[in-house]
């Protein structure tokens, strides 16, 4: 079985949070056309389009290492990080200018090699950049995209291009430690 019921139940949890947490930082291309004197309290509009631009590239890199990691032999468990999520939802009920938080984390069971957890940790920023790479191609090479889809392929190219970067950070708890340090004992 590739999914427990928990897995796809906080694949949802994740999913509908990054929408809330992101909706006043990524609004939806028709709400940016609408007076601001018609704000309304909870947009679906905008919790749309941030769930739409945000979640997948975070649960594609997730699913990477999943994926991945089942290829390789490794027992793999999906999560979504509740602790993670409240700190990204704090963080936009102060309005901070930053939001920084962990919203999700794929765990490794067993005996791993250096080889295995080299793959399996950079898989999630390698997703990422392929994110990147379609939407930067499709956003270079096709003329005719709407409005609508030029902006949420800017910001998906943004966004991964971010969490490619983000996640390559050689310091615990990032992807980067795990490729790194994997890599250094591999080579050494």
Do not use: C
């Not at 999913?15 to 939806?28: E, P, V, W």
């Not at 739409?52 to 590239?57: I, N, S």
């Not at 499709?138 to 943004?158: G, P």
Request: overall charge positive; proline content about 4%.
């Amino acid at each position: 079985m590739l999914f427990t019921i928990n897995e796809i139940i906080d694949l949802i949890i994740m999913t509908a949070a990054l929408g809330y947490i992101f909706m006043d930082y990524i609004k939806s291309p028709a709400s940016l056309t609408e007076s601001i004197l018609s704000k309304r309290k909870f947009d679906w509009d905008n919790f749309k389009f941030a769930a739409l631009v945000t979640a997948p590239g975070i649960i594609l890199h997730e699913m990477s290492h999943k994926f991945v990691g089942l290829a390789l032999g490794i027992t793999t468990q999906f999560n979504a990080s509740y602790f993670g999520l409240f700190l990204g939802i704090f963080l936009k009920w102060i309005s901070s200018p930053f939001i920084i938080f962990a919203p999700g984390y794929v765990s490794l069971a067993g005996s791993i090699s250096d080889f295995q957890r080299f793959l399996t940790a950079f898989s999630g920023p390698a997703a990422n950049l392929l994110l990147f790479a379609i939407a930067y191609t499709i956003l270079d090479r096709k003329k005719n995209l709407t409005r609508n889809q030029a902006i949420a392929l800017h910001l998906t190219k943004q966004i991964n291009l971010f969490l490619f970067l983000f996640n390559l950070i050689p310091l615990p708890p990032f992807d980067g430690y795990s490729v790194f340090s994997s890599l250094f004992r591999m080579i050494f």
